[in-house]
Structure formats: C-alpha cells, structure tokens
C-alpha cells in the first residue's frame, strides 16, 4: 500500500502550488471497492488506538479539516470518525465569529477546544478562515492576516510542547467541476437541500483568490510539528482512504501501551469471588454463560 504520509505533505519551505495537484487523483485504484477492505481495516484499527490514547491520558490528536465547499468536511467527519468512542472525541465547527468573539484575538475561540490529553479534536474548519475568509474578503488589512501566519505556528508549537498535541491538517482538494456537480446532488436530492447555502454561488466567484489565499497559508505554516496535507477529494473513498491511513499511522507514532491497572486485580478478584458466591447456582450458571460469550466476542 502506498504511503499516503509521505506523498500528500507538505514539505516545510516548499511552495505549493495546487493546480500541480489532481483533485481526481487515486493512484491506480478504479472502484470504491478497491478501498474497502483496506479502508475498513483502518478504522478499526484506529478505534483500537483511541482506546489506548483516551487510556493512557498522556497525548493527543487534533486533526483540522479546510476546503472549499462540497471538499467533504463533514463527510470526512460522519466516514472516518465513525467507528470513534465520543467520550473521547471531540468536533468543533467554526462559522463567521460571534460578536463575543470578535471582541476577543483570533485564536481565542480556537484555544479554548483545543484538546485534553487522551482526546482527538476535529476543526469542522478552523483558525485558518482568519487568513483565508478574512483575506478574500478584505476583512482586515493586508498586514494583519499576514501577521497571523506566525502566529498560529507559535499557537501550534505551543499545543504541540505544552499539551503533547499531535496536529494534522488536511487542506480537501476538490476540482470545479466536481463542487459544480455537488451542488447538483444539493438541489435534486431533498435530504440534502438543508445543506444549500446562499453563499455557494457568490463564493465560487472567488475560487482563484481562495486558491491562491490557500497555498500562501499552507505554504507559511506546513511545520515539522503540525504538517499540512493535500488531499485529492473529487472521488469521496479515495479521500477517506488516505485520511484515515495518515491518521493511523501517526497514532502508532505514539507506541501507544495498556496502562497498568490503578487498582488491586488480585483484591478485586476476590470481591469479584465473593459477589460470586452469594447467587444461587442457577444465577451463577447464567453469569458464566455471559462471561463466555463476551471473551468469544472479544477473541472475534
């Protein structure tokens, strides 16, 4: 299997260039069907490591997901991230700043669901509308969105030293056609014209300066520490596929354990015994009968 890690960051100092990048890209795999099985197997491995991450309590995962509209955002969210115990799980989503927001730095709203250790955060989009949203739309000067690429390397750097956090950003590279497309399914499908935004059309004026806005912020804060990845998302398996290659292999990264119990086994077991002893033996039968067939369960 193709290690997507290495083919889709972006290297620190590299400029990006995103028209060099094919949205439709699948590396020789045709059909869904070529990913399923492989894809599958990543998930549930990843749900193994959550339980260890959330377990051991000493690091964590923050995963940021940016494209355009129709990129998949959300379907990377409701896809990949499943299988996920939500106890250790958290999303967040970010639209246009509250007026208690605005009242407060950019990376205010941001810090405060960063992660705690032994969690994965997902941004629903991100800190960076405010050098992309903010940029296009001449929200604030030149000087101000531009200072804030260091800035979020310091932000990051600070989560990253302080917090333990792993960071992961994947930029969704959607083609034209293909939003046009999904904009399509939007209007003709009733379950998903909820999604249809008065927005969608007035926004794709603006996709040469969104794309150029992207690659100059990419560019200036792909790090060592929270690298960027392009990810080709015309076709909505093969992106799945990658993410959640990317994803597991950097958890592994960790060398994850099972931590030592925080009690005595040997004195609950003999609470466990006692407990044991008081049922009937038809009630104790029942019990043993349970216990076998979640250790099947399990062995599975």
Do not use: C
């Not at 690091?59 to 991230?81: C, E, M, P, S, Y």
């Not at 000087?143 to 994947?170: A, P």
Request: hydrophobic residues 35%.
């Amino acid at each position: 299997m193709t290690d997507f890690t290495e083919l889709y960051r972006v290297q620190p100092g590299n400029s990006l260039n995103l028209d060099a990048i094919d949205p439709a890209e699948t590396k020789g795999m045709k059909f869904s069907e070529d990913a399923a099985d492989e894809t599958h197997t990543l998930l549930e491995r990843m749900f193994e490591l959550q339980e260890l991450l959330y377990a051991v309590k000493k690091q964590n995962l923050l995963i940021v997901l940016q494209g355009l509209d129709t990129a998949g955002k959300d379907g990377v969210i409701r896809h990949v991230f499943r299988g996920l115990n939500p106890e250790g799980l958290r999303v967040a989503s970010y639209k246009a700043p509250s007026s208690e927001e605005l009242q407060h730095d950019f990376l205010w709203r941001i810090h405060r669901n960063a992660p705690a250790k032994g969690e994965i955060a997902i941004f629903n989009r991100s800190h960076y509308e405010d050098v992309l949203v903010t940029r296009v739309h001449g929200l604030v000067p030149e000087n101000v969105w531009k200072q804030r690429y260091g800035l979020i390397n310091d932000f990051e750097r600070l989560l990253t030293l302080e917090n333990k956090t792993l960071v992961l950003k994947f930029y969704l590279h959607v083609s034209p056609d293909e939003q046009l497309a999904r904009f399509k399914v939007r209007l003709d499908e009733p379950g998903h014209q909820w999604k249809i935004s008065t927005g969608d059309y007035s926004e794709r004026k603006f996709w040469r300066e969104y794309t150029e806005a992207f690659e100059e912020a990419i560019t200036s804060t792909s790090t060592e520490i929270a690298p960027w990845f392009v990810i080709p998302a015309d076709h909505k398996w093969y992106r799945n596929l990658v993410i959640s290659q990317i994803i597991v292999r950097a958890l592994e990264s960790f060398d994850l354990k099972t931590p030592s119990p925080s009690v005595d086994v040997e004195m609950m077991r003999q609470e466990f015994q006692k407990a044991e002893s008081e049922l009937s033996p038809e009630d104790r039968k029942k019990v043993m009968e349970k216990v076998k067939k979640k250790e099947s369960s399990a062995q599975k």
